[in-house]
Structures are given as C-alpha cells and as structure tokens.
C-alpha cells in the first residue's frame, strides 16, 4: 500500500494535469485548493474526486436503505434503518423512516392501505426522499425493486413473493398480502 | 449526612484519611520557589505525547493520549439521529467530560459538575469549527471524553482536544483538518508551555490556543487569569509554532493507524 497517497483532512489534494475534477464525498475546496477532509487515498471515478468511507453515515435523499416495520398506523408505516447504502449501523444507532401511504406505491395512491403492505418486522428496501421532519426520514417503496423483501407468516415461516402484492407462507400454503419487492436477478 | 450517599455504587468508608508517603516525593509537593527555571525542562519544551487512535472497539472512533501525567481516553459515536431535538440542517457536536474518581489530588465525585462543563465547553468551541457538521443534518455526533488522570487544567484540555481530533478523523467524520492544541502559563516574565498543575498554581495566567495547522487558522483561545496584552500575543505565536510540531506528531499516528486498517 502507498504510504504516500494517504490523505489526512486538510491535506491539499495535489490534481493531475487537466480539467478540474468535481468534488464528490471526503474533499472541499477552501480558497482554491481542493483539500481532503476524510483519512483516505483520494480516488477519480470518472470526472468526480472522491475520498470513499467505509464508516455508516446517515441517510440522505436518494440514499437506498433496509430497515424493519416497527409500528403501523392507518396514514403511515414506521421503518427503523439499520443498513444505509450497503454499510449496516452500529447496533441501536438506527435511524427513524416514515413510509406514508402515498409513497407505497407509485399507481393508485388513494386505495393504499398499510395493513396490506406491511407488517410488524418485516424487513423493507426504501429510497429516502427527504430528510422528512424532525424525528423521520421519508422513505419510498413506489418503485418495483423496493418493497417487503423478507417477511414471516402467521404461522413463522419465512414468506416468499409470488406477486408484486402477495406472498405465500411455504408452511400453511396461505397468501398474506404484502408490497413486495421484485427479488434480485430475475 | 445521607445527601451523599448514593446506592447505584459502591460507596466508600465514611471516614477516610488520606496516606502518608515517607520517601523523597512528599518534598516535590512544595511549590517550586519562583524565578527557578522549570523541573527538568526548558520555558519551550512540552511533555512527551503519546497518542493511540482506535483503542475502544465498541465506539465509532476513539483515541487515547498520555502527556506524562496526563491520561485522557476519547469515545467518538454516531453520526446518530438527534432525538428530542427541532429539526436542524446542521449536525450537532455533543461533548460530554468526565473525570475518574482517582485523576486529580483530591478525590472527585463520580457526578458531573460545573468542572466538567466549563471542560466540555472548551473542547467544543475548539472542535466545532473543524468538523463539517453541514454534512449531517439531523444528525448528532457523540463525543465522550474519560479523564483518567490530569496534571494541569489546561494541559488537560489541549490534550483533550487533540484527542478528540484524532477519534473524530479515526471515526471517518469529515473534518476541514486536525485540531492541534497547546497550553501556556505566565510566570514571572517567562511563558512555560504545556504547564503542569504545580506551574500553573505558581503563574499569574494561562491560556490554550487551539489552531487548524493544516488551514493555518486558530479555532480557539481559552485564557484564564492576568495576563498583558503583549503577553497574550507572544503566548499565542509561541504555542502556534509548537502546534506545527504537535500537528506532525498527530499526523502521523493517524496515518499509522489508518494505513494499519487497510
């Protein structure tokens, strides 16, 4: 490993020759020169310059997110977010997201019901739209690759989708009604 | 007689006295007759630091700094979501102090008192500035500081806030650079940097300057006692310049510690 290419914050970021890259996550520019601001080896992917992290951080809009269903209510669904774009959190760090109903899906808004998409622990994918309130993030789930991607039955079998709003426990055979999300590679 | 009794801990004896050595440290405890040059160090030199970023696995980012005589263990957790508290763009930086029990001559109470906070409050205002807090809206990031011994007020703050620089860049939480902090006390016409607890009770006042060496700006003065203005200028450029040697030192066990992660 180059010893040399480690950056520390506030140690200027020497460019090549050629046009200005943008700046991406982990550097800034303070009076003309473009600075680290995260411990790293600065890194060009495609016209940005970035210094990646491997520490969580919070959310942000467009940020894809995991978390499980902790409370419902008839005007929304309370997620806790234990992973942020791939990096899980430390334990009992998770942040608060709200799916609302409009956000649930992206036809039919107005004949959303909660209780027909999710329920207590389900672990549900989202996009966060907004930074949301003091207390929540919101989260979308109105996209096909969004949605409940794992869910127990009744009976405490672990669910599988047969539709974009059903899935079928393997034990009983019963379909519980759920947003799911489309799985991975089909 | 019961106000301080509290039966979450183990309580100690109710009356207790406190040793008595017989060897050659009781005479060091005499304050040192003014105008004599310092104990075995020149006006100009600090202690030796030794500083260790990542020792607490459990936190986010930590660090632990040893100046000789005093040992300060750093906690750095989150970004986490601010509970209780109105929407805000801007993170929050919570810095909270303690002092072990055992850390200073007199035993302290395991409670937080105006001590820690007035602590606290300077390691903030020396910290806040470099941390790029508009990066994590709603967001607060903890910062726990444990005293576990202290030799100097002052000392202890400028370690403090070295420490807390080197948990924060440890914790991946972007900052505009390293905050390096140095301590000075006036005595007599002399300015005796990084103070012991002895040499400040001996000065007329001291001061910490905290600076980002890597901006060339300052974050903070703390100054406390009488002081000149003339005084106060020239402490203020001498603890810069020992700032650029401290900042390499703390450059490079961040670095060390970085490259040994990967």
Known sequence: MAEDSFHLPGQPVILPKGPVPQLGDGVYQREGTIRASLVGIPRHEASTLTISRLRPHPPAPNSIVLGSVTRLSPLQALVSISVVDGVPLP????FIGVIRTQDVRATEKDRVKISDCFRGGDVVKGLVISLGDARSYYITTARNDLGVTFATSEAGATMEPVSWQEMRCPKTGRIEKRKCAKPEGL | MQSGFDRRRINGPEESFPPIFHDSDSEDNAPPPKKLPRKGRSPKDIRPIFLQPGLINQSNGSAYIETEKTKIACAVYGPRQSKNTAYSEHGRLNV????????CHRRKQPLRDAEDRSVAVAIHQALVSSVRLELFPKSTIDVFINIIEADGLEGCIASASVATSAALADAGIDLFGLVVSCSAAVVGDE??????????QSSNGTMVLSTLPALNTMTSIWQNGRLSPSQVLEG????????????SIVAQAVRDHAVQQI
């Open chain 1, 91 to 94: 334990p009992g760090e998770e």
């Open chain 2, 96 to 103: 909270e102090v303690k002092f072990a029990p055992f850390s």
């Open chain 2, 191 to 200: 300015i005796w940097l990084d103070p012991t607890e002895e040499e400040v």
């Open chain 2, 236 to 247: 203020i450029g001498i603890c810069d310049e020992k700032c650029k040697d401290i900042h």
